[in-house]
């Protein structure tokens, strides 16, 4: 007699999402009289941008590239476009926090900030959390594949607090960031470097 066949599951759960790559745009150019949200990147900075592009361990490559509107971002956005046949999406809501200003003193002030403080004329550390949070889900309801998010620093350390609450030091995160930087946030909430060569990951 022969017995009946049956189809037997490949996976037992679910698979996880991809992780989300998230990049700090490359170091912009000061510009005298422009606000720092207007700034865009010399020619060193596309060049440091094109490194770390080379450099990304994205699998399958990228499925959005999401920047934010503010040029220093959306001209790294680009880089790393060209580099793995990704056009950009841009989302305002990436931008960076809100502040009066940018010049002497003003890490200290960040730091203030990044430590829970509300300095005056500052951005609200929910409503930056709440606008990154909702620009990063519509872009990853668009597709099952990596995601890659340019934006800022001082956003990044905000998104990721939120999303990593008490076990991530948004302080010592923002501190360590280079321009451009990049860290992958896998779905178990561990965090890495994605890239050729990168140190260990950050805790």
């Given at each position: 007699m022969t017995r009946p066949t049956r189809s037997v599951p490949l996976r037992s759960k679910p698979m996880q999402p991809p992780a989300v790559t998230y990049v700090r745009h490359a170091m912009p150019c000061p510009e005298a009289g422009v606000d720092s949200t207007e700034w865009h990147l010399d020619d060193d900075a596309r060049r440091a941008a094109s490194a770390l592009a080379d450099r990304l361990e994205i699998s399958d490559g990228i499925g959005v590239l999401l920047s934010s509107?503010?040029?220093?971002?959306?001209?790294?956005a680009a880089v790393i476009g060209a580099r793995w046949d990704a056009p950009t999406v841009v989302d305002h809501r990436l931008r960076e926090v809100d502040r009066p200003w940018v010049g002497d003193g003003y890490r200290h002030v960040a730091h203030r900030y990044l430590r829970g403080e509300l300095p005056d004329g500052w951005e609200p550390h929910g409503q930056v959390a709440e606008r990154a949070a909702a620009a990063v889900a519509d872009a990853r309801a668009t597709t099952a594949g990596p995601l890659v998010v340019v934006s800022h620093g001082l956003l990044l350390s905000v998104h990721l607090g939120d999303i990593l609450a008490d076990g991530f030091d948004r302080e010592a995160f923002?501190?360590?960031l280079s321009f451009p930087d990049a860290w992958a946030l896998e779905p178990i909430g561990t965090m890495h470097r994605p890239m050729v060569g990168a140190g260990p990951g950050f805790s």
């Open positions: 509107s503010e040029p220093k971002a959306m001209e790294t923002w501190s360590c």
